[in-house]
């Protein structure tokens, strides 16, 4: 069975630091590009950020710029997202999305091949 598992997400208060973590399952996940997404009540799901598929380029929105990290290991079945200095609105359902194309990397949500559950993330002042 192909799934994503996302987990770490939790409730901090402001400037604080969460890790996110995606695990693969059923598939190899060296030959998918994998991207972080999130979507807050009344709002679509928006980009956070990507990997390709060993690792050697990140992007991310220009808001979490400096404050986010993605991480992975060539070969590994894991992709994290690191956040630091968390800010109030960063609180949202965080989703990691996983396709062989380059289309999480642009952004493009109708087009992933497979998608989490999705893990909550909020953060108080």
């Known amino acids: 069975q192909v799934q994503l598992v996302e987990s770490g997400g939790g409730l901090v208060q402001a400037g604080a630091s969460l890790r996110l973590s995606c695990a693969a399952s059923?598939?190899?996940?060296?030959?998918?590009?994998v991207g972080w997404f999130r979507q807050s009540p009344g709002k679509e799901r928006e980009f956070v950020g990507a990997?390709?598929?060993?690792?050697?380029?990140?992007y991310y929105q220009d808001s979490v710029k400096g404050r986010f990290t993605i991480s992975r290991a060539y070969g590994a079945n894991t992709v994290d997202l690191q956040m630091n200095n968390l800010k109030v609105e960063d609180s949202a359902v965080y989703y990691c999305?996983?396709?062989?194309?380059?289309?999480?990397?642009?952004?493009?949500?109708?087009?992933?091949?497979?998608w989490g559950q999705g893990t909550r993330v909020t953060v108080v002042s």
């Open positions: 990997v390709t598929w060993g690792g050697e380029q990140t």
């Open positions: 999305a996983a396709d062989p194309s380059r289309s999480v990397v642009a952004g493009n949500t109708g087009s992933v091949e497979v």
């Open positions: 059923g598939l190899t996940f060296s030959r998918y590009c």
